[in-house]
């Protein structure tokens, strides 16, 4: 566990300790006022509002870089596409699960956080869904960087990173532009992430300050459904492609990979694990390293299902315990903002916590629900990670078979002893 990680767990625990034994003391104007609405929710609001200073920077930015990099698929033809169309469909089918699986479980149902809202949701309840792919078109994009529309941003960047991808030779500037930007980006973002447990801590111990001991159980619903939903991406969704294209089992491809999703979950990085996704793909999976070489970078930027399905299980969550309605149209648009802002996100932990505001955003749910899940959600991020890196081996595996250039020998042989002298 990293120390963040451990801070932000330390960070959860004692708002959560704090919180109760506020709940516990009679009304005062000390503990109201000045502790449970003055401190705590400074506190609390101040990381707020930093996580939601990112988002509409840190979104467009990655995402005019991410799909920069997707437009040179064009110079790979039948490969490039096939790599694409895998990344999206499987974004698209994560987000559907934890959602799905959400809407099962109910994780959010017996507490009431609705007089915790600071600024009223807005779920436009007959908006037809033709209406929400229109308007993802934006007629002014400054407008839509402005006013924090997600979804016309999200088009925007793509369609910007495209552009600049087909011209590539005459903006080369303009990309380096970019590509500093979003370094400048992550590092804000890491400098936020250092005061996430004093965040969590004020956030945590405020909720519980006032809603007391009933917020536990739902809590721990919502870790078994993320847990569940990873579970069955990784076992069913992700065996039942590997089945279907390529008749390998889900159990070997785990055994071969198991070096990678190690490191994936220590690491809650899959930018990080990169250089290990790839060695392991290539001399334990039997992949081409042709092929490896562009769907393991590709997919380490624009394929974050475990990202996504958690996405959906959270906005079912958060939405459910401030007793707030999610319509058909609403659940549409969460799955196309959560897989459209898949393309372009870094690899790096506490990028997920900002998209997750912004899926919050695209649909007008209140951002203080991620208070609820943050400390455990570092957690669940390592489970997360491990299930990106596996996705992206899965397609790569589907395109190497597929293009005749796959060793099953590689893939057949016992790395025991290669275990043994790893570790």
Do not use: W
Not at 267 to 272: I, K
């Amino acid at each position: 566990m990293t120390k963040l990680t451990s801070k932000i767990l330390k960070g959860l625990l004692l708002g959560m300790v704090v919180g109760l034994i506020l709940n516990l003391l009679p009304e005062s104007y000390v503990k109201d006022v000045v502790i449970v609405d003055g401190i705590l929710y400074l506190v609390g609001q101040i990381f707020l509002r930093a996580i939601m200073m990112m988002v509409v920077p840190l979104v467009f930015i990655s995402l005019v870089n991410g799909s920069a990099g997707v437009g040179d698929i064009k110079k790979l033809g039948r490969i490039g596409g096939k790599t694409l169309l895998f990344y999206i469909l499987s974004t698209t089918v994560a987000i559907s699960v934890g959602i799905s699986l959400g809407l099962l479980i109910k994780p959010g149902l017996g507490v009431d956080l609705s007089n915790n809202i600071s600024i009223q949701p807005n779920i436009n309840e007959k908006l037809p869904f033709v209406d929400v792919l229109i308007n993802m078109v934006p007629r002014n994009p400054l407008e839509a960087l402005a006013n924090g529309n997600m979804l016309q941003v999200i088009v925007f960047a793509i369609f910007t990173g495209l552009a600049l991808a087909s011209i590539r030779d005459k903006v080369a500037n303009i990309i380096n532009i970019f590509e500093s930007l979003n370094e400048l980006i992550l590092k804000m973002v890491e400098y936020i992430m250092y005061l996430a447990p004093i965040g969590v801590f004020g956030l945590m111990a405020r909720t519980f300050a006032t809603e007391g001991y009933q917020l536990m159980l739902p809590l721990l619903k919502y870790m078994f459904a993320v847990i569940l939903a990873l579970v069955i991406h990784g076992l069913l969704v992700y065996g039942g492609v590997l089945k279907v294209f390529t008749n390998l089992s889900i159990v070997k491809f785990i055994k071969n990979f198991s070096p990678a999703l190690s490191v994936a979950f220590s690491t809650a990085s899959s930018g990080a694990t990169l250089p290990v996704t790839l060695d392991t793909a290539i001399k334990r999976l039997g992949v081409s390293p042709k092929i490896a070489s562009f769907t393991i970078p590709l997919g380490a930027t624009i394929n974050m299902d475990g990202t996504a399905l958690k996405q959906g299980i959270a906005t079912v969550f958060i939405a459910q315990v401030f007793g707030i309605e999610l319509t058909f149209s609403a659940i549409l648009t969460v799955i196309l903002t959560a897989t459209l802002a898949s393309i372009g996100t870094a690899g790096v932990p506490g990028v997920g916590l900002i998209i997750l505001s912004m899926v919050l955003k695209s649909v007008g749910l209140p951002v203080e629900g991620i208070a609820l899940i943050m400390g455990i959600d570092r957690l669940l991020d390592m489970s997360r990670t491990a299930i990106n890196i596996m996705g992206d081996a899965v397609c790569t595996l589907i395109i190497s078979k597929t293009e005749g250039e796959f060793n099953q020998e590689v893939f057949d042989a016992d790395n025991v002893e290669e275990d043994k002298v790893e570790n």
